[in-house]
T-cell receptor
């Protein structure tokens, strides 16, 4: 079946450090790919998305490129802030599957001042 | 725009009881999906409602059931609660015109604790 695998956390970084959170997927079709963020005590917020191969999603300094050849969608940010501390989820949605999202297990990011 | 609203925010139930969770979708949305997020894990898809019918279902037993009302709001019902049903239950809404760019908006969730 379809699945998403994320690097396990927690990831602990100092402020202004470079961030990479790895995400790979397995899908029977051609999915759209998403990164969601969950702040403590809150629901999920869409961070960025990409709908086809080689697309780059970006938002708030975060970027991820849809790599079909490596089935990956790694999240990057050049300079993290304390306010970026949260749990990040990679997800896929098959384009013939309505709005059903398949999520990875999440990666907790902790940024220290 | 109030976004997706869920109630209650927290709930404590006893094993074997039944529970009903509620969700109001974002204005303009007519499709509601429910997810279960166990502590420390990613959300798992339970089911999706559109036009008052269950359209898709994940790998959950039939103790989990739902309903959608004419105003597009939705309920999730869980019968015969088990300790393992303790989780954050998330509701997501979207427009039914599904394209690759369709975005799901999530509520803040209902934290269910079964004791």
């Amino acid at each position: 079946g379809d699945s998403v695998t994320q690097m396990e956390g927690p990831v602990t970084l100092s402020e202004e450090a470079f961030l990479t959170i790895n995400c790979t997927y397995t899908a029977t079709g051609y999915p759209s790919l998403f990164w969601y963020v969950q702040y403590p005590g809150e629901g999920l917020q869409l961070l960025l998305k990409a709908t086809k191969a080689d697309d780059k999603g970006s938002n708030k300094g975060f970027e991820a490129t849809y790599r079909k050849e490596t089935t990956s969608f790694h999240l990057e940010k050049g300079s993290v802030q304390v306010s970026d501390s949260a749990v990040y989820f990679c997800a896929l949605r098959l384009n013939n599957a309505g709005n059903m999202l398949t999520f990875g297990g999440g990666t907790r990011l902790m940024v220290k001042p | 725009d109030a976004g997706v609203t869920q109630s209650p925010t927290h709930l404590i139930k006893t094993r074997g009881q039944q529970v009903t969770l509620r969700c109001s979708p974002k204005s303009g949305h007519d499709t509601v999906s429910w997810y279960q997020q166990a502590l420390g894990q990613g959300p798992q898809f339970i089911f999706q409602y559109y036009e008052e019918e269950e359209r898709q279902r994940g790998n959950f037993p039939d103790r989990f059931s739902g309903h959608q009302f004419p105003n597009y709001s939705s309920e999730l019902n869980v019968n015969a609660l088990l300790l393992g049903d303790s989780a954050l239950y998330l509701c997501a809404s979207s427009a039914a015109t599904w394209t690759a760019n369709t975005e799901a908006f999530f509520g803040q969730g209902t934290r269910l604790t079964v004791v």
